[in-house]
Nanobody
Framework: VQLQASGGGLVQPGGSLRLSCVASGSIFRRNAMAWYRQAPGKKRELVAVITSGGSTDYLDSVKGRFTISRDNSKNTGYLHMNSLKPEDSAVYYC?????????WGKGTLVTVSS
C-alpha cells in the first residue's frame, strides 16, 4: 500500500488549502486515517484523525479551522484548511495503520506567509 499526499503550497495568512491523500488500496475504508505535520526543528504532531466510522478529532490549535474527511469510493482522504496562520507552516503527512503496519505518505509542504 502506498499513500500519496498532495495539495500543499504557498498561501497568505487567512487563506485556504485542501490537502489530498490517495491510497493505492482501500485501507481507508476499514481503518482510521490521520494527518500529521512537522515544522522545522519540531516534533511531528497529530493534526487530525478520522475513524472508519467517521468520527473525527483535531489538534486544539486547528479546531474550527481544519476539517478532515474521506471519500472511500476514491480511496482518498482530505484535509481542508481554512484561516491559515504562519504557525501552520509545516510538511504535512497522511497516515494510516492497517494490519499493524504504519503507512506514511511522502509529505506535502505548506507555507503560510505574506
Amino acid at each position: 500500500v502506498q499513500l500519496q499526499a498532495s495539495g500543499g503550497g504557498l498561501v497568505q495568512p487567512g487563506g485556504s488549502l485542501r490537502l489530498s491523500c490517495v491510497a493505492s488500496g482501500s485501507i481507508f475504508r476499514r481503518n482510521a486515517m490521520a494527518w500529521y505535520r512537522q515544522a522545522p526543528g519540531k516534533k511531528r504532531e497529530l493534526v487530525a484523525v478520522i475513524t472508519s466510522g467517521g468520527s473525527t478529532d483535531y489538534l486544539d490549535s486547528v479546531k474550527g479551522r481544519f476539517t478532515i474527511s474521506r471519500d472511500n469510493s476514491k480511496n482518498t482522504g482530505y484535509l481542508h484548511m481554512n484561516s491559515l496562520k504562519p504557525e501552520d507552516s509545516a510538511v504535512y503527512y497522511c497516515n494510516c495503520v492497517s494490519g499493524g503496519i504504519n503507512y506514511w505518505g511522502k509529505g506535502t509542504l505548506v507555507t503560510v506567509s505574506s
